[in-house]
């Protein structure tokens, strides 16, 4: 492995990665790299600590040791606003929507200001964050939608109303977790187009059981199995490892 | 749009027609006894109105209310105490010039914390400061540590009980179980007679007034909204950059402020303080308030908290053992069949009706009713 020898390209190094719930080892000892403007996906069998990873570089849950370096900070040592303040925004697996408030208020409170309490109480929707609202909306498709209860939006809607918070922090790095899931033929379509769009100036990592959707998205592919690297490389290369035929692909 | 800072047009005429039934309406049809009796309910309203933003909206349901608005009642209580404690008055103590209950537990100076309230200046501040600290202290000892929903219910309860407790006990410096009774004027200017009440009820209303709008801004602002969006989605919140823990303590202590100003009020309108408005008890009735005026409704909870105190009053005079028991039932029963309280009410069965007779020229979302959880635009 290469310890500490790695020049400053990456955006993202993950070295040693590990955690422990109660001894069991959900990660171990994992290290990656993913660079600028990279799209990286993350495949592997269920339980194979894929979520998990996320959760760790978004600071859920805290490593066990191990060190997640992005832009030249720590990311294990802070905390999680100070993570999105960072640059590292995360979509959950299940859309986790406001379903309380309308499309334009969800996207509206990802807007990247005011976001203490004070700042919060004085926030203004002046001419700026509008404009980026609908700029947002139009891309996620919810343009006309914008006065509508998210409550009422498909589940596919809601999965692109998240994808679109996401934007308007305007993260370096983007996290998505399983974003296809449950969506028809023609959404899937409509959301590696919107993916392919949104990652000009940043890395995006992709959390995706699709393979077909995999395929036409990655550049690189992480193959994860009990916490541990089992294969990397393009989508090519991990397809034909047999390794990777033996645990997730062959059935 | 220039009213979406404070109230939409509907909202507006809400605040307006409750105006003028505290205003007007009420001071014109009811005798004095009756219109300081509505006083003290609203003393209440307070606390529901911080409940309102606390739990309605942030979701943190706190069943130690209680505490916050015993706090601002006492400290002014303290003040009330002191002035009708002068040497003059209490030449036949064996110590004159301290509070009677002081002198009856053999203590023979005024402790150090009771000096400061001497000055009116002072006892406001402490009003206001020492329930916000306080509560600024619980929330921050919660919240950042993650302790959340029926725990942290828990422990408020917890806060009330070890408070009331404390105050029975050190009878010498609090005045024991029996509270500070016989407070009789405010910088000279006696609290007792008719007209002082007919004052101190328009000076209270007047409060209550600017603590709706508070509340209004809070809602209307980001703040509001992200309080909504925490209450269901706390790590989408948490995980768009927010600080969750410091906007439940902001929600928190914004409430505690709340009631302490109530707690101020009664101790001004009844002319007593006691550890009786302190406890579990009175602190699950201010929720039930809430609950029964519509917890995501400012101005319904007004309305429940002086409904379900004259119910409380005309029941209680009649069949004073059963009280409690139609209390609790009355609870159950909005909570199963009416969640969102009499608002919901409104907002779903008589407005709908009064805009087909006024022709339907309004534009939807209620007053009472809420255009947050009903996702209405607020652009």
Not at chain 1, 55 to 74: N, P, Q
Not at chain 1, 180 to 203: F, H, P, Q, W, Y
Not at chain 1, 206 to 223: L, Q, R, S
Not at chain 2, 105 to 134: D, E, M, R, Y
Request: glycine fraction near 10%; proline fraction near 3%.
């Amino acid at each position: 492995m290469l310890i500490g020898q790695q020049p400053k390209p990456f955006l993202l190094s993950v070295e040693g990665l590990t955690v422990s719930f109660d001894g069991f080892k959900a990660v171990n000892d994992l290290s990656f790299y993913v660079e600028e403007n990279e799209i990286r996906v993350i495949i592997g069998p269920n339980g194979a600590g894929k979520t998990t990873v996320l959760d760790l570089i978004c600071g859920k849950t805290k490593a066990t040791s191990g060190s997640i370096e992005f832009r030249g900070k720590d990311l294990t040592k802070l905390k999680e606003n100070q993570i999105v303040k960072a640059g590292v925004g995360r979509k959950f697996q299940t859309p986790s929507i406001y379903d309380d408030l309308t499309v334009f208020e969800n996207l509206e409170i990802s807007y990247p200001r005011g976001r203490t309490v004070f700042g919060a109480l004085t926030f203004t929707r002046d001419a700026a964050v509008r404009d980026r609202v609908h700029e947002v909306a139009e891309m996620i498709f919810l343009k006309d939608r914008l006065n509508m209860s998210a409550a009422l939006l498909s589940h596919g809607q809601k999965q692109w109303l998240e994808i679109g918070m996401l934007l308007i922090q305007d993260p370096d790095l983007l996290m998505l977790d399983e974003p296809v899931a449950g969506m028809s033929v023609s959404e899937r379509a409509k959301t590696a187009e919107l993916l392919n769009r949104i990652i000009k100036d940043r890395s995006v990592l992709v959390i995706e059981h699709d393979m077909k959707f995999v395929e036409d998205i990655a550049h690189k592919v992480t193959v994860l199995h009990q916490g541990q690297i089992l294969s990397e490389g393009t989508m090519e290369k991990v397809k034909n490892d047999p390794k990777v035929i033996e645990v997730y692909l062959g059935h | 749009m220039n009213d979406s800072r404070f109230a939409t047009r509907s909202e507006l005429i809400g605040i307006l027609v409750l105006a003028a039934l505290l205003v007007v309406v009420l001071p014109l049809c009811l005798d004095v006894f009756r219109l300081n009796l509505v006083a003290k309910y609203l003393t209440y309203a307070f606390v529901a109105l911080g409940l309102v933003i606390c739990w309605g909206y942030g979701g943190i349901l706190s069943l130690g209310q209680g505490v916050f608005f015993g706090l601002g009642g006492y400290c002014m209580a303290m003040f009330l105490k002191l002035e009708a404690s002068s040497v003059e008055n209490t030449k036949i103590q064996s110590t004159p010039g301290i509070p009677d209950f002081m002198d009856w537990n053999q203590i023979t100076a005024l402790p150090f914390f009771w000096k400061p309230f001497h000055s009116l200046t002072f006892t406001i501040a402490a009003v206001i400061l020492v329930p916000g600290i306080f509560a600024l202290i619980i929330g921050a000892a919660m919240f950042k540590r993650r302790v959340g929903g029926t725990y942290f219910a828990i422990i408020t309860q917890a806060v009330a009980a070890i408070l009331t407790i404390l105050i029975v006990g050190q009878q010498g410096y609090t005045g024991g179980i029996n509270g500070m009774t016989d407070l009789r004027t405010l910088k000279g200017w006696d609290i007792r007679p008719d007209h002082a009440k007919i004052v101190l009820y328009f000076f209270e209303v007047g409060l209550l007034f600017a603590c709706i709008f508070i509340a209004q801004f809070v809602r209307h602002s980001k703040l509001g909204r992200i309080l909504v969006a925490m209450r269901d989605q706390e790590d989408r919140v948490r995980f768009s950059g927010y600080s969750v823990a410091n906007f439940k303590i902001f929600a928190f202590c914004i409430a505690a402020v709340f009631a302490a100003i109530g707690g101020a009020m009664f101790a001004l309108n009844v002319g007593f303080m006691s550890p009786s408005f302190v406890g579990i008890v009175p602190s699950i009735e201010m929720v039930i308030y809430t609950a029964v005026g519509g917890r995501l409704s400012i101005l319904g909870a007004v309305y429940g908290t002086i409904l379900v105190n004259f119910a409380k009053t005309s029941l209680s005079e009649s069949f004073p053992e059963l009280w409690l028991f139609g209390l609790g039932g009355l609870f159950i029963a909005v909570v199963l069949a009416f969640p969102n309280g009499l608002a919901g009410i409104w907002g779903d069965y008589i407005q709908p009706r009064i805009s087909k007779l006024i022709g339907a020229r309004k534009p939807k979302s209620g007053w009472t009713d809420n255009s947050v959880a009903d996702g209405a635009p607020a652009e």
